[in-house]
């Protein structure tokens, strides 16, 4: 199991910028925030996981996975039908999403290794064209498969509601949140770790 990388270099430029986040650093300490390193079994597990609990999807995954031999690969995709990936506990429109995503990938529409060396804008420009994928799954993606050092999503409500709890605001405006977004860079994602901790 791989975690998000991250130690003393952000830790310490985070707890400079910022007093506040810097007393929920020390009282959290590091964090273990599972990734999955495999760009496309990652997206695959995303479009899984939309809209229903945890449990829910985590059951579903196991089918899915049952069902393609345990590798999650766009080769394995294609050689099931949209039925047996719906038998698995998935709407229509999720099985089809899946199936959009491995043809993109054998038909070079989306070219994977690509996305590595692409900057960040880029690469949720290029994930988006994937139908069930929208900014924030992009976003997560890149934090939770790619190791992006700075994702600080705009569309993540718990995101924002730790913000809120951590500066005391009532709501958060655009133009607030780009500010914190700002001070974090270019480690936006181990605070958005920390942001996630407090709103819970």
Request: with cysteine.
């Amino acid at each position: 199991m791989q975690f998000f990388k991250y130690g003393k270099t952000e830790i310490e430029y985070l707890k400079k910028k910022d007093r506040k986040l810097a007393c929920v650093i020390d009282r959290i300490g590091i964090i273990e925030r599972k990734v999955t390193p495999d760009l496309f079994t990652a997206l695959i597990s995303s479009i899984v996981g939309q809209q229903i609990s945890r449990k829910a999807a985590a059951t579903v995954w196991n089918r899915l996975c049952e069902l393609l031999g345990e590798e999650i690969t766009p080769e394995a995709i294609a050689g099931v039908s949209d039925e047996c990936i719906k038998e698995c506990g998935m709407s229509h429109r999720k099985a089809s999403y899946i199936r959009g995503c491995a043809d993109a990938v054998l038909n070079g529409s989306l070219n994977i290794a690509e996305l590595e060396s692409l900057p960040d804008e880029e690469v949720i420009k290029k994930l988006t064209t994937l139908h069930g994928v929208g900014i924030w799954t992009a976003e997560m993606l890149m934090m939770f498969s790619m190791q992006r050092q700075d994702i600080v999503s705009w569309d993540d409500l718990a995101l924002k509601r730790g913000i809120c709890r951590l500066y005391n605001h009532k709501n958060l405006t655009k133009e607030q949140f780009m500010r914190y977004k700002k001070r974090y860079s270019p480690y936006g994602s181990v605070a958005s770790l920390y942001l996630w901790e407090i709103s819970r």
